[in-house]
């Protein structure tokens, strides 16, 4: 797959330590997933084949930065962040692009506060065709062509999963969209799923074990209002709603868990209307990740046949794709959540987001003793820049500077996969 490169995304969101892993594997089929090994003396840093910025988030900081390029004399505007990360958030910021929501979703700047003169720009998760309403209702023409090509950032990715959500709704399926109800991208498929059928939302297999209980006729209509009542569309009736479902996905959820979803969800349809009937009540459709969640979700788990002794995660606590490649991480070792280099208190703490708590915790004694073997990846949406400091930190609390680092950059290698058992 050949991307398009985006030339103003700045050079301050990228890292020598991390271009040069790059570079070293540029060569290469994107296939081989095996991890890259950098030795800083006794301290071995393996970092993932694929990780950081995707196609969609260098689209999304590409158009912005071009608007503020283009229009320096007028007022520019986001609807919401533009990705999960907090450096690029507050560098739009920074520049004076100023964020209608807020991260909770609270409106901060009104309708009549906006013009026909005004930029603004949709983010790389999209948005409701409610926010686009009443963009329109402030002068902003959200249809034309120029509009969707300088400032509407939706990702291509996300936008195809709504056509295949249009195309399984003119299919008459209910569209059972596996999601985070509050996220951004979420709320925006939602919202245009809804346009051509019945719509909901499922977090994960628990909440879809859920749905199946109902269809199997093992619990209450009453029951599933209470759980689904505001996660689904508008006159959604569970009595006819639920004999016909099509799955499709937030873009950046766990790949098994969208297989287990759907593999409930069959098995519930299979159940009630038999194995001869299953193809007209269930869509058996293919899940709709995009490539950067499996290319990094598929590198993070060849990074795991490493065996590395501790693994740091850099990305936004908002950012799904990021506490994704967390949960994949955490099964094998003791697994850190950071924003920044910053976190890295010392040696002996760290400060990281513990995705289950949904908070910031300190944690003390996260480093092992050398030799060690350390797993430094990041999400989607994080600037190189920090997972380069982040490398060089914890470099630091081994006593290692830039010459140990450089020694290691010059001797990169391929991390040996593990050889099948004869
Ligand atoms: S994670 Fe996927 S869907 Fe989201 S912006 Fe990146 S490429 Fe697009």
Known sequence: MAFKQFDRVPNHYSGEIIQRIKDFRQEEGKRSLAPTVLRIGELEVLVPRHFGFC???ERAIHMAFSALETHPDRDIHLVNEIIHNPLVNEDLRARGIRFLYDSDGQRQIQ?????SEDVVLIPAFGTTLDIESSLQRSGVDTTSDSFRENYDTTCPFVSKVWDRGEELGREGY???IHGKFGHEETQATHSHTEQHTKTLVVRDAEEAAHVAAYIMGRSSVEALVAEFGDKWSQGFDATTDLQRLA???QTTM???ETAQVAGILREAMRERYGDDQID??????NDTLCYAT???QNATKALLDAEPDVAVIVGGYNSSNTAHLVEICEQVMPSFLISRAEELLSATQIRHFDIHAKQTVVCDDWLPELPTRLAVTSGASCPDVLMNCVVERIASFYGYGQTDI?????SLALHEPIADPV
């Open 254 to 256: 766990l790949a098994e």
């Open 247 to 249: 799955v499709v996905n």
């Open 406 to 410: 450089e020694s290691g950059l010059v």
């Open 280 to 285: 007209k009540h269930f869509a058996d459709t």
């Open 111 to 115: 309708e009549s506060e906006l013009s």
């Open 174 to 176: 209910t569209i059972v």
């Open 294 to 296: 499996n290319w990094n």
């Open 55 to 57: 196609f969609g988030v």
